[in-house]
């Protein structure tokens, strides 16, 4: 079994910055493929990033720029950080980590962006 917890949301103004993180822990071995997606209100979930296990890092373009993945294979750990915040960017964001059996989500945290 496998758990991710994010962290990190709040409210932030428009053109702003966030981190967040997401802590997996559980039945892990080796590196896995970690990543991203988000879910504003009223739309259907949406993928934002995801980085390899070698670290290849790829973006929807609606972030390009602006966002940037990150992990600490040793903490098990992912990382988003977030600037030039837009109120578009508002939403529940998901991680997910991709076993061999089956992806894992965590339960998200809350971004809203909003002066």
């Known amino acids: 079994q496998v758990q991710l917890l994010e962290s990190g949301g709040g409210l932030v103004q428009p053109g702003g910055s966030l981190r967040l993180s997401c802590a997996a822990s559980?039945?892990?071995?080796?590196?896995?493929?970690m990543g991203w997606y988000r879910q504003a209100p009223g739309k259907e979930r949406e993928w934002v990033a995801d980085?390899?296990?070698?670290?290849?890092?790829h973006y929807v373009d609606s972030v390009k720029g602006r966002f940037t993945i990150s992990r600490d294979n040793g903490k098990n750990m992912v990382y988003l950080q977030m600037n030039s915040l837009k109120p578009e960017d508002t939403a529940v964001y998901y991680c997910?980590?991709?076993?061999?059996?089956?992806?894992?989500w965590g339960k998200g945290t809350l971004v809203t962006v909003s002066s």
């Open positions: 980085i390899t296990i070698s670290g290849s890092t």
């Open positions: 997910k980590i991709s076993m061999t059996s089956r992806d894992y």
């Open positions: 559980g039945s892990i071995f080796g590196s896995k493929p």
